[in-house]
């Protein structure tokens, strides 16, 4: 089992910067590939990006590409969503997941674990 707690969100105006962490509980926390999601109110929930187990290899989605970057620290169990020239459409709640495949994927339903989320809102 792996609780996940996001923490780092608020309200900052468009241009502006933000720091997200995901601390998790779990001894085995190295061996996941982790993810950041997004979901805007009426929207589907959609991936932002993800970092395989060993952090040597990220991706993203294309709205985000050159603005966010995500990193973990392995000894720390945390990871983290650097992210930078936020726009309004950035505006959602944050959630980071853990998945037990070893690919890091963009589908929702291939992660096991989630935290509870926290709220980023971008005003214009």
């Known amino acids: 089992q792996v609780q996940l707690v996001e923490s780092g969100g608020g309200l900052v105006q468009a241009g502006g910067s933000l720091r997200l962490s995901c601390a998790a509980s779990a001894r085995t926390f190295s061996i996941y590939p982790l993810a950041w999601f997004r979901q805007a109110p009426g929207k589907e929930r959609e991936f932002v990006a993800g970092?395989?187990?060993?952090?040597?290899?990220?991706f993203y989605a294309d709205s985000v590409k050159g603005r966010f970057t995500i990193s973990r620290d392995n000894a720390k169990n945390t990871v983290y969503l650097q992210m930078n020239s936020l726009k309004p459409e950035d505006t959602a709640v944050y959630y980071c997941?853990?998945?037990?495949?070893?690919?890091?994927?963009?589908?929702?339903?291939?992660?096991?674990?989630w935290g509870q989320g926290t709220q980023v809102t971008v005003s214009s």
């Open positions: 997941a853990a998945s037990t495949l070893v690919q890091v994927t963009t589908t929702p339903r291939a992660y096991a674990y």
């Open positions: 970092i395989r187990s060993s952090g040597g290899s990220t």
